[in-house]
């Protein structure tokens, strides 16, 4: 049985910092492609960023600068720091992983910023 776990979303103030983390199981981890999205209500889930198995990494454009996904395979663990939070930021964020031709989603993490 796969699972995505899913920590580390709260509350911040505007320009505070958090760090997402995602605890797989069930899946090869280290040769999993793994992401993270983001949703708000009423609007399509949205990607944030992805990490491939070999460590390429690729940003939505609002993010750049500000995210940094990173993983540790011996952990079976993805990370999303995120820095500068602005309240456009505010959403549920979901942890994915790709497996060959399987999708997984976790059950999502709450972040709010305050402005």
């Known amino acids: 049985q796969v699972q995505l776990v899913e920590s580390g979303g709260g509350l911040v103030q505007a320009g505070g910092s958090l760090r997402l983390s995602c605890v797989a199981s069930?899946?090869?981890?280290?040769?999993?492609?793994m992401g993270w999205y983001r949703q708000t209500p009423g609007k399509q889930r949205e990607l944030v960023a992805t990490?491939?198995?070999?460590?390429?990494?690729n940003y939505e454009d609002s993010v750049k600068g500000r995210f940094t996904i990173s993983r540790d395979n011996a952990k079976n663990t993805v990370y999303l720091q995120m820095n500068s939070l602005r309240p456009e930021d505010i959403a549920a964020y979901y942890c994915?992983?790709?497996?060959?031709?399987?999708?997984?989603w976790g059950q999502g993490t709450q972040v709010t910023v305050s402005s």
């Open positions: 994915y992983a790709r497996w060959s031709t399987l999708g997984y």
């Open positions: 069930g899946i090869p981890f280290g040769i999993s492609a």
């Open positions: 990490i491939t198995r070999d460590g390429s990494t």
